[in-house]
């Protein structure tokens, strides 16, 4: 195990780096920066000292290992655009974005999972049916569209919610439903693919010929070995749902990070744009990692090899 | 024991059993007595496992199973709901597969798999369940057994990994263990020991053993009493020296052809040497569904054809107990 946990870390540094040197590259295949940064009206001793300024003159090794240097300790320079540190900005956001995230996973969890047991357990009945429709319909639902549902819903016409903000926990219910939605289609679909699998293996037949109960044939036993799949899946899930919740951040102004990397990318805010897309490749990179030890965790076989 | 060997201790009657249109079983009977190994053999798809499967309520959901009586120690199990069952499952009728590669669940180690079906039925601490488990490992000849416990299924062998089966079944001192083929997976000289180690543990432990196999030398050394399948039916039934010394049904006949000296056949001896092939049996067949490889048929085999029985010795077929001729057409 310890062995594996080694082995997958050292992995994940290693992709972490080639994200760095990617997005460094990105930045300089952009054009000249002193002159992007100076402006179109600058001149040209504008730029050079812009360039002496940003230490665009160095080579660009040096250039790189002094970004990627700063970029690992979380230093990404001063934003255009909010005239303050990026890593501030980001320290204020990422926050909102994660409590997101996390709940948008967890209703998600919590619905799709069910569901997916529910479906295959009643395998080609109605019931199986019914459950499948209504992921289906859940999936063509713009979200922003059901965004507004609720929030003309349960925001005005009840008051039982908050429409925007970001003051307690109640704020993030609607944001969560709605970032919940694009997830459970395929976290249920998946849930019950692997338990349809799970229950007609022949360890299932062993469990129900041992006499255990029906939870534990059906939760131990079964749920256990198709959680696998969805794990994986939940990860990457929850990575779209922290990259992809700019549409909900804006819907219901929370300040998070998407919300950010919609007014940066706006305002050609280039240092803030870098680290918010560095951000998300970290994040998706963590992600992978906690899913492959949760794997490991479930599965016995997976530690070994 | 319980009660004395020889007291009938499973009872199957007119057992039918159908996936759609097709008839798997069609009208078994069966009686396994208590401390007897009875085997069931036939050739592939006759409906060994489904009857066995049948037995234990374990059939797939696709299937429909009726029967005239279904006892297991006086209980009917026809009346049994499904979590009555689940009751004598494990505890008192246990049943081991063919594959011991993934009857065993992958996720959790062999100790917590044993412990687990002792605690559902008899309860007590997981340390006195791990004990017991130990013990019944060594029982089963299982190297090292407390180091046995900790470990996940992957990590031992097919032999192991049935010999495990063998001692998960037995955690609750059942009185019917059932096995569908639990050397068929196995290398040969793997499928000896196991054999070799079910015998001990039928006669020690005083077990019924349904032992469903393809091998007559199995047969021939282990079964007390014996019941051949063919086409959903049970066609012939007998004590084991009773069917090798004087088989009448001409499927049986054609099945012991190349085994010469009751006792002595030849080890590893496969079924199904027999011209022929077994054909589909929709709902609605009638008659003997041997008739096209039967050497023997006549006009009212294809009429339903009545049970012969002679004390313990009983067949499905028209002809006499002492009829001479060729069993199967092409002999
Ligand atoms: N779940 C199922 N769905 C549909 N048909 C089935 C199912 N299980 C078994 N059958 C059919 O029932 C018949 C009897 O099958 P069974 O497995 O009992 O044969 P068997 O005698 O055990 O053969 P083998 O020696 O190959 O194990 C076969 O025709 C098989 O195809
Ligand atoms: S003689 Fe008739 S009843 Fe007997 S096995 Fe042959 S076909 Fe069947
Ligand atoms: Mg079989």
Redesign the interface.
Known sequence: MLLFLFRRTALAVLVALTVLTFAFVLTRLAGDLAIVIAGPEARAEDVEAIRRAYGLDRPVVIQFFDWAWRAATGDFGESFFFRERVSTLIRQRLPVTLTLGVVGIGIALVVAIPLGILAALHENTWIDRAVGLVAMVGQALPSFWLALLLMLFFGLQLGWLPISGTGSWEHYVMPGIVLSFSAIPALMRLTRAGMIDAMSSDYIRTARAKGLSRSSIVLKHALRNAAMPVVSISAVQLGFMLGGSIVIETVFALHGIGFLAWESISKNDFPTVQAVVLLFAVIYIVLTLIADVANAVLDPRLRAS | MSAARGTALLQVRNLRISFGSLAAVRGADLTIYRGETHCVVGESGCGKSVTALAV?G?LARNAVREADRLVFDGQDLLRLS??Q???????RM??I?Q?PM???????TVGSQMA??YR??RGGSRAEALDRAEDLLAKCRVTSPRLRLGQ?P??LSGGLRQRV?IA??LMCDPELLVADEPTTALDVTVQAQILRLLMDLQRDLGLALMLITHDLGVVARMAHRVSVMYAGEVVESAPAEHLFGNPTHPYTRGLLACVPVPGKVRRDQPLGAIPGVVPRIGPRFEGCAFRDRCGQARPDCARTVAWQANGEHGYRCVLPPDWTGPASLAA
Do not use: K, W
Not at chain 2, 85 to 91: A, M, N, P, V
Not at chain 2, 102 to 108: G, V
């Open positions: 234990m374990l499904e979590s069952l689940s009751r004598l499952r494990g505890d246990a049943m597969f594959e993934t009857s065993l669940n992958p996720a959790y687990e079906v559902r039925h996940y992957h990590q089966m998960m079944a």
